[in-house]
């Protein structure tokens, strides 16, 4: 951890330009030492300072003026030679328990005696040092005159640098505990926990890590994040998230995960979230981050994804083969009862339902290990739409819902694999019509200039009129089997895999997928994506 600067800055400046009123180098020079010892603020031995700050205070006063430095509980620090190893009269000085700090002047109206032969005094001086609040000073100074005008001026002077140098200590105290409450909360974490400035280097970086990285807190010292977290797929992570994060003040959480090099061949799964720590200007200055090893848990995710793989490549086979009886089956014997052929629909039906589930895990599986091709090129969205509403036309029809096709006046044109936008609306149809029992399912389209990127979108929208979903659900429909209760109890069967790969493949493509619903209302679905340049 970088150590606190406990001098004093600005106030310091102040309290020096306001020296010359005070001090006149040519000639106070003690006057001049006295400060200079004050602005070094070396305080940590207090016995040596307090007996300095005597000493040097004692030159800078006029002759003959007596000056000790004692506890309040009267342990005598230093005293001058005007009053060698004695101790001050109490009764004479003002207590000053209850002014930790500050300066008391007293002028007395008749001259005072300490002792018989001594000369007498006729004001003092009284000042609390509490540069150790555990165990203040009391500086007590004694003149044979009455304090003068540049005398008074002086110790004013005095002690408000000595109340300036107090606040410091006492910040600096304040920062040093907080320093290591965080210090002690950091490195006692289980997790690893990183503080980056704005230009990626590291000021916090506690023990946990050193197990995810390899890195060492100290070996970590002066170093920059890519050096130490170093995504394979990724080097330049922190930058480029500042860089996307740095002028959208609204974003300030992060997550990545990503596989980390922690040595020779070796490497870990790790996940870092994190957030941007702004200044007043809101530019990031920086950048604070959890770090979690996920190794174990992408392990299992890999060994669950093999067993789903190969269990429905294995499942797959035995499932067409029945199919393709069945609809022999249903073709070639002319004798069956209708009861039979309802058999053989039922059954195909639920083969039909089988194949589509062992599809639905086989993409998942790849999409979530990285493995599914795009193939990007230019695409009529009309057409796809078009298509999909001519493929779902009949099954609507069964359920008595009309299916209302709006075409914009000219055919729009964008990036994209044509075989996944196709089963990105099909899916999304295919829910309309499932979670629809009156009604009618529209489906139409939307044109807008994107105001910050300036690029031209179009919107399609699937509206139904069916069960609606229910605020709470809204967000989860995207995930991996999440299905509604209200789905649950229409019956309709369906794995919760649909949408998770709708918006896998839309976020693929570039594009973006929102829902609206309200329960027994029916929902909308808006996907969108970026027209390519020259249609339209
Ligand atoms: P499923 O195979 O269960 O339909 P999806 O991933 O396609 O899986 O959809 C997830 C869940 O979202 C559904 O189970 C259903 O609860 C809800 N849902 C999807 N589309 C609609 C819709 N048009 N109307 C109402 N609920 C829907």
Not at 314 to 336: F, H, M, W
Not at 407 to 413: C, G, M, Q, R, V
Not at 414 to 426: G, P, T, Y
Request: glycine share 6%; charged share 25%.
């Amino acid at each position: 951890m970088r150590p606190i600067n406990t001098r004093p800055s600005q106030l310091w400046e102040q309290w020096i330009a306001r020296l010359h009123g005070v001090v006149d180098p040519q000639k106070d020079y003690f006057r001049l030492e006295l400060l200079q010892l004050l602005a070094r603020c070396e305080i940590s031995d207090r016995e040596r300072f307090l007996h300095r700050f005597g000493t040097i205070l004692n030159r800078s006063l006029k002759s003959g003026t007596i000056l000790v430095v004692e506890r309040p509980s009267g342990t005598l620090i230093y005293a001058n030679r005007h009053q060698p190893g004695k101790k001050i009269d109490r009764s004479l000085t003002k207590r000053l328990s209850d002014e930790p700090t500050g300066l008391v002047i007293r002028q007395f109206p008749r001259p005072w005696r300490l002792r018989r032969h001594d000369p007498p005094v006729k004001s003092v001086g009284q000042l609390r040092i509490g540069l150790f609040p555990d165990n203040p000073a009391d500086l007590v100074v004694l003149a044979e005159e009455a304090f003068d005008n540049e005398d008074r001026r002086f110790l004013h002077f005095v002690a408000g640098v000595v109340g300036l140098l107090e606040r410091q200590v006492d910040l600096s105290r304040q920062l040093s505990r907080e320093q290591k409450l965080i210090q002690s909360l950091t490195q006692n974490l289980s997790e690893g926990l990183a503080l980056f400035d704005g230009d990626g280097r590291i000021i916090i970086w506690n023990r946990p890590l050193q197990r995810m990285t390899g890195f060492s807190p100290k070996d970590a010292q002066n170093k920059t994040y890519d050096q130490v977290l170093r995504f394979i797929d990724r080097p330049l992570w922190l930058r480029e998230l500042i860089d996307s994060h740095q002028n959208n003040p609204n974003q300030s959480g992060f997550l990545i995960e990503g596989q980390a090099s922690t040595g020779a061949k070796q490497s870990r799964w790790l996940a870092v979230s994190g957030s941007f720590l702004r200044n007043d200007q809101g530019r990031i200055e920086q950048a604070i981050v959890l770090v979690r090893d996920i190794s174990h848990r992408k392990e299992l995710e890999q060994r669950k994804n093999e067993f789903i793989s190969i269990a429905t490549h294995e499942l797959r086979t035995p499932i067409t083969v029945v199919k393709g009886y069945l609809s022999l089956l249903a073709k070639a014997d002319q004798n069956l009862t209708d009861k039979q052929q309802q058999y053989i629909t039922n059954a195909t039906l639920a083969t039909e339902r089988l194949v589509k589930l062992a599809e639905d895990l086989l993409q998942v599986t790849r999409l979530d290990e990285d493995r599914m091709q795009f193939t990007l090129q230019p695409v009529q969205l009309t057409n796809v739409i078009e298509k999909v509403c001519h493929d779902f036309r009949e099954k609507a029809s069964k359920k008595q819902l009309a299916i209302h096709l709006t075409l914009p006046p000219f055919p729009t044109t964008i990036i994209a694999d044509s075989v996944r936008l196709e089963q990105v609306f099909a899916n999304l149809v295919d829910n309309a019509i499932k979670y629809t029992e009156k009604g009618a399912i529209s489906i139409g389209f939307e044109y807008f200039l994107e105001k910050l990127t300036q690029e031209e979108k179009v919107t399609v929208v699937i509206k139904d009129t069916g069960i609606g979903i229910d605020s709470r659900d809204l967000e989860e429909v995207f995930e991996k089997f999440h299905r509604t209760s209200r789905a649950a109890t229409s019956r309709e069967p369906g794995a919760g895999l649909g949408l998770y790969i709708v918006k896998s493949f839309v976020d693929k493509l570039g594009g973006k997928i929102t829902v609206n619903s309200r329960p027994r209302r029916g929902s909308s679905f808006a996907v969108t994506f970026p027209i390519a340049e020259g249609s339209k």
